[in-house]
Structures are given as structure tokens and as C-alpha cells.
């Protein structure tokens, strides 16, 4: 009851000045204070261990992969492959030595690479527990899931195919 007499008391707009308290700067400070945030940004990278930035990136991989996994629209680009690629990228020079840490042949990893095979379950957790579970399996899964999600959608030509395996479909009336 106390709260809509003073929801009725203030407009929103006095409300809001109550709680947002602004900070009134001139363009030359916002300059400054820019530069120095930026100075400061700088001195830290520069301070941080390889291992420290190697985590950083995969982090960034990891929030890339959850941003494209939360869109509703479909990237071709933004692949298993393409994700898992960048992946390799950021700790080998050579895919076979990525495949030899995680006992994958070789083979199959190309395979992999070049969407001609699916990546199998073991391969998922594999990724996982390689990233140190920076990159939980259920994202891996659900980038690979996503493609064929979006090859079921549009592929025309299965529909047409299985059209004829179907008989006495359901009726509606509207």
C-alpha cells in the first residue's frame, strides 16, 4: 500500500533521477578518462601470462559459440567445423597433434573438418575435457545440432522422397 502512494506521488521520470545519479563530464574529460581506461586495458594484457590469454581466447570462442547458439537465424559459416577449427587454431599449428592429444585419428578429425562426418559423442567430451570444461560438450553438441536442425528444415528433396511412404495422413478442420 506504502508503494503505490509513492508510485503516485513521483512521475517516473523524478523516480529515475532518484536512482540514476548523473555524472555531469565535459568532452575533454570523457577524452581523458577514455585514454586512460585504455592505458589500463593496455598494462594489463601486457601483464598477463600466456596461459592467462590462452584461457581468455578460449572464453571469447566459448561466448561466441553460446551468442550464435542463443540467434534464431542459421550461418551457414558458423559451423561445427568452423567453431572446432578456431578452436585448434588457438593452441596448435598442426591438426595431427591435436588429434594425437585427444586420440582422434587423424582422419576422422579431417573428416570432421570438412563436414563429412558428424563428430561422435566421445569426440564432443573429448573437446570438453581438452578446453578444461571452458567449453561445456552440450554447446559442441547443440553447434552440430543447430546444422541439422537447419538441413532438416530445408531439405525439399527427403520430403518429397518419403512422401510416398506415408498414407492416410491426419485431417484437420479449421
Known amino acids: 500500500m506504502k508503494a503505490d502512494k509513492l508510485n503516485s506521488r513521483y512521475t517516473p521520470k523524478e523516480q529515475a533521477d532518484s536512482f540514476v545519479f548523473r555524472n555531469k563530464v565535459t568532452p575533454k574529460q570523457a577524452e ?5 581506461l ?3 586495458r593496455r598494462k594489463a594484457k601486457e601483464q598477463m601470462t600466456e596461459s592467462q590469454v590462452l584461457y581468455a581466447r578460449v572464453k571469447q570462442l566459448r561466448f561466441q559459440m553460446e551468442d550464435y547458439l542463443k540467434s534464431e537465424n542459421y550461418n551457414e559459416e558458423f559451423s561445427f567445423a568452423y567453431f572446432l577449427r578456431k578452436y585448434i587454431r588457438l593452441g596448435y599449428k598442426i591438426q595431427k597433434n591435436f588429434a594425437k592429444d585427444i586420440e582422434v585419428p587423424t582422419s576422422e578429425l579431417s573428416s570432421v573438418l570438412n563436414s563429412g562426418r558428424p563428430p561422435g559423442k566421445k569426440m564432443i567430451v573429448r573437446l570438453e575435457l581438452h578446453s578444461n570444461n571452458a567449453i561445456p560438450a552440450v554447446s559442441w553438441y547443440r553447434l552440430w545440432e543447430k546444422e541439422k536442425e537447419y538441413e532438416l528444415k530445408t531439405d ?4 518429397k522422397q518419403e512422401e510416398k511412404h506415408v498414407q492416410n495422413r491426419l485431417v484437420f478442420d479449421f
Open 38 to 40: 585504455s592505458e589500463a
Open 156 to 159: 525439399k528433396a527427403i520430403r
Open 32 to 36: 581523458e578518462a577514455a585514454s586512460q
